[in-house]
């Protein structure tokens, strides 16, 4: 059965995969992203299943809630919605700026705080499935993690209270907590050599992920066969969030 989602972040490697199997499923997709030129380039390469695309800057709250509104019109109904919005940014809490700060906690924190509230509007009356995105490095203390662990903790602590606040409403609210993942936002630490091999030794399944890695966790997340799942922040991480160290046997 084709079902209706919306996709911020889309032109990302991690939304863009998740993009790519939703359409190819058969379902139907609203899909935003900040670049134009990027985002007409997926809508083309999704063909009929991207119904609605729109650029726009998803740290307004006022164009994300005026997005999910459109889409929901658009598409006839919305069954779901994944925030795959972010950025990274590894760095000590004394050598990063308040600039680089407020640009993570928007980028992650608001962008999610702004879903959240745009699907609790629109999506109240049928329901739905809500998938954001935290990181590993929120529930594990990962040295010069400092602004990205706050900002994806937050978005950890958002997920398990709109999940209680509207789980009468038959909203699900769960979230994704992944390691490092090969991605074009991830590019400065994953083609600097050094800081590669770091990251790879860091996970207990000694490589970082893939957008691949990630898509099917958030697939399943947005199935409607899986209602009964809420409020979980879920670890696709290699291990990095739970385990420690990597032992040869």
């Known amino acids: 059965m084709a079902h ?10 991690i939304g863009r995969e998740i993009a790519t199997r939703l359409a190819g499923a058969g379902h139907r997709l609203a899909i ?3 670049t134009p030129d990027k985002l007409d380039a997926l809508k083309a390469e999704l063909g009929d299943a991207a119904v609605h695309a ?3 800057d998803a740290t307004q709250p006022g164009e994300v809630e005026s997005f999910i509104a ?6 006839g109904s919305l069954d779901g919605i994944v925030n795959a919005v972010g950025s990274v940014i590894v760095k000590p809490a004394h050598l990063t700026s308040d600039d680089e700060f407020e640009k993570t906690l928007r980028l992650s924190l608001w962008t999610s705080f702004g879903v959240t509230r745009a699907a609790a509007k629109t999506m109240r009356k049928s329901g739905g499935s809500v998938v954001l995105f935290a990181t590993a490095a ?6 010069s993690h400092e602004a990205i662990a706050a900002a994806k903790g937050g978005v950890i602590g958002l997920t398990q209270s ?13 979230c ?6 090969e991605t074009p936002g991830t590019t400065q630490l994953t083609e600097n050599e050094t800081a590669r091999k770091a990251s790879e030794a860091m996970h207990p399944t000694g490589r970082i992920g893939t957008p691949a890695d990630i898509a099917p966790a958030a697939l399943w997340l947005l199935d409607p066969a899986n209602t009964w799942t809420t ?5 696709i991480d290699g291990g990095l969030g739970t385990l420690r160290g990597r032992v040869k046997m």
């Open 231 to 235: 409020g979980q922040v879920i670890g």
């Open 32 to 34: 935003a992203a900040q």
């Open 70 to 75: 459109e889409s929901a019109e658009t598409l």
């Open 176 to 181: 994704i907590a992944p390691g490092l993942v």
């Open 138 to 143: 929120a529930r594990a203390g990962l040295p």
């Open 54 to 56: 729109k650029p726009f």
């Open 162 to 174: 709109a999940a209680a606040t509207y789980a009468t409403n038959g909203i699900r609210f769960n």
């Open 4 to 13: 209706t989602y919306a996709i911020l972040g889309a032109t990302g490697g």
